[in-house]
């Protein structure tokens, strides 16, 4: 079975209610072509690098699914062209290492260690430490 990921902008002038029904229109698509969805990833608002129908921003979204043929892909991404609360939009055929890699993301084994070891210097540092840091400085 292929996986993959489409991972899409929704215009951030649409109330809550609207990008909510944009996104549940996509999942619902999928479904009915015969995906396997596997995670549904909302990564919020956030700012765009440039300008796009002049939005600075939007609401993205990344979508991963699986399926036996990627023939119905083209029903999706016109769909996707044709819909005017989609600013952006990339599809991406997963290969083991990126299906991999989002399966670590998940389980919480990617992007831990670094917070995990700001943590323990934290906890390290006693509030004397850190009063005479202040006073040395």
Partial sequence: MRQYEVTFVVD???????????????????????SNIVHIDEMGLKELAYSINR???????SVEFQNETGAFMEKVELSFR????????LTVKLDKYGVKYNEDKRNGLIGKRKEEEAGDEAKAETPAEKTKDKAGA
């Fill in 55 to 61: 939005r600075d921003s939007g609401y993205y979204f």
């Fill in 12 to 34: 951030p002038r649409l109330s809550g209610d609207e990008v909510k029904t944009a996104v549940d229109t996509y999942v619902d698509l999928l479904k009915k072509e015969g």
């Fill in 82 to 89: 044709r819909d005017e609360r989609i600013l952006r939009f």
